[in-house]
């Protein structure tokens, strides 16, 4: 594996708004102190106490992030609703217009949010490139559906040519939005984008290991021209201030781990009110005989090591037939070890760094867990502090078995096991195995049969050829979880209709739905009997 050292000059940043480079030695802030307040600025937080932010790039500080206090959360849920109030009136036109505006300053600014989410994160500069492409890609999304998403339907009335039946989609109200760190641009955009566009307010809380990264999202709301307080970004702790977004919100959306996932779903259940859950994945990657090997090695590289495998949708488990095992794994490890390690800007960068110790240590105890207990490393399996502080080489294992700790627990890191099988069906129920059920991916040259294999495979998206990306940027596809990985879908028409409630309204014409003058009630329910079976016969459904 080639790595890069982490030299001052491979992390300087690449625009003049949030690099000053006179501020770029050791033990001074990484980020213009200037440019970081106009982003903290915004942030509803009033308690007097502040969290550093440090880069895991090398350790250099990168600002204050001021905390905010319960009577915080409570006034930005009374200024959101002032502010929903006003914007639910406001047309779907108007709204797409300016969510387009918020498109084009995405892509204007891609530099800025590459550049701060590089500095929060670690990850490759790649791989934020992704982020910005992916929320440019919802925000044009449901800036052009958004008619077909949330115009009135008209539905078939009890009476057909009397009753007519109209479905409103109407905004729940204020979502309550808390989003992880691992894609702090997109998770903090992407969910939020179409509850705007479906009329609704949002109050946003995001890890406070990436909170700038989100409020570069914040900012370019606001440029683009959405009311200031429809979105309101608060900042602290999830067991204090999250509670208290959850107490508030009409509906709440979260991504993050399962563990978390069931105390969010527990106090939205306590006030019966809804919420979406992407939470956490232990993802199958399958590769049956026929696959192309250098296709299948090069796409199972990005799905286990993009963004250091901290992605929900990275795969964790991957099963290779035996008849191509030998040759596939082979050169699966060649080009894990033909990566390009770093921690900085630079775009030659494959893989980027852990972002914390916590991360580091996760991985590392699987590790060892499973090399004590038996399992191989193929390649790999080292922490690399000379790259940068919580690096960890992209590591292969074989030999995994249950009674190793790696085998079922989520990793969330360059990690992966392989594993052999003889029979498709062998395949499948490893795949299935465990509690998650997020993504897979399969590769084979017959795609038909690749697809049939999928419906078998317990998880919200699966991908044939390709590692994630097929389902996850195709905004027409819904992105979720099955079993414990989570409840509800981002992306297409169940991603914006998440946001709203369906509200029917029925209005009957001439004649009323009750027995009138010389009929009975006896004689009216004759009458409608016979309607009954004349639409039966005609086939109709009502």
């Known amino acids: 594996m080639s790595a890069r050292s982490n030299e001052p000059s491979e992390n300087k940043g690449t625009v003049d708004g949030p690099h000053d480079p006179e501020h770029n030695i050791e033990g001074s802030y990484a980020l213009d102190p200037q440019y970081v307040a106009s982003l903290t600025d915004q942030l509803l937080a009033t308690s007097g106490n502040v969290v550093p932010s440090v880069s895991p790039i090398n350790g250099q500080p990168l600002g204050v992030i001021p905390q905010s206090s319960i009577d915080d959360v409570t006034s930005a849920f009374t200024r959101a609703r002032a502010a929903q109030a006003k914007w639910a009136r406001t047309s779907i036109d108007e709204r797409a217009a300016i969510l387009m505006r918020f498109h084009d300053l995405v892509l204007a ?37 958004a008619h077909r998403h949330l115009d009135t339907q008209r539905r078939q009335g009890v009476l057909p040519g009397l009753t007519r039946i109209d479905l409103n989609r109407v905004p729940k109200g204020v979502v309550g939005i808390i989003s992880p760190w691992n894609y702090p641009f ?55 201030v999250g509670t208290a977004i959850i107490e508030r919100a009409d509906y709440i ?15 939205c259940a306590e006030r019966l009110i809804n919420c979406s859950l992407e939470l956490g994945g232990k993802n199958p990657i399958v590769i049956l005989e026929d696959a192309n090997i250098e296709r299948a090695s090069e796409g199972a590289v990005r799905a286990t090591y993009s963004n250091a495998g901290q992605l929900c949708v990275s795969t964790e488990r991957m099963f290779v037939a035996d008849k191509i095992y030998d040759r596939f794994v082979g050169r699966f490890v060649a080009r894990t070890e033909a990566m390009t390690l770093g921690a900085g800007q630079d775009w030659a960068i494959d893989m980027g760094s852990l972002i914390s110790q916590d991360q580091l240590d996760t991985a590392l105890a699987h590790i060892e867990d499973a090399v004590s207990k038996g399992a191989t490393v193929l390649t790999g399996g080292k922490h690399r502090p000379d790259i940068a502080p919580y690096f960890l080489e992209p590591t292969i294992l074989e030999g995994v078995t249950p009674e190793m700790d790696i085998y079922a627990n989520e990793t969330f890191g360059p990690v992966i096991s392989v594993y052999r099988f003889h029979e498709e069906t062998e395949a499948i129920a490893l795949a299935n195995e465990g509690c998650y059920g997020l993504n897979a991916s399969v590769w084979t040259k017959d795609a038909k049969r690749g697809r049939a294999i999928a419906r078998e495979i317990k998880a919200g998206t699966v991908n044939i050829n390709e590692a994630y990306a097929a389902t996850f940027g195709s905004l027409e596809a819904p992105m979720g979880g099955m079993r414990e990985s989570g409840l509800g879908r981002r992306q297409g028409a169940e991603g914006i209709h998440r946001y709203t409630e369906v509200q029917s309204v029925g209005t009957q014409r001439l004649l009323p739905l009750a027995a009138i ?21 005609l086939g109709r459904t009502s």
Request: glycine share 8%; hydrophobic share 45%; aromatic share 8%.
């Open 517 to 537: 003058g010389p009929l009975n009630n006896k004689q009216w329910a004759g009458i409608q009997t016979l309607n009954e079976k004349l639409m039966s016969k």
């Open 253 to 267: 959306c979260f991504t993050g781990s399962t563990a978390t996932g069931k105390r969010v779903a527990a106090g």
């Open 109 to 145: 600014n891609a530099d800025e949010i590459m550049d701060i989410a590089v500095w929060e994160s670690a990850k490759a500069r790649r791989d934020a490139y992704n982020e910005v492409f992916h929320v440019a890609l919802t925000a044009r999304y449901y800036a052009r559906t």
């Open 186 to 240: 997109t998770m903090a955009m992407s969910d939020g984008i179409p509850a705007l566009m479906a009329g609704n307010a949002v109050v946003a809380k995001a890890d406070s290991q990436t909170m700038l990264t989100a409020l570069v999202g914040v900012k370019l709301l606001r440029e683009a021209g959405f009311p200031e307080d429809l979105w309101i970004p608060v900042a602290g702790p999830g067991s204090k």
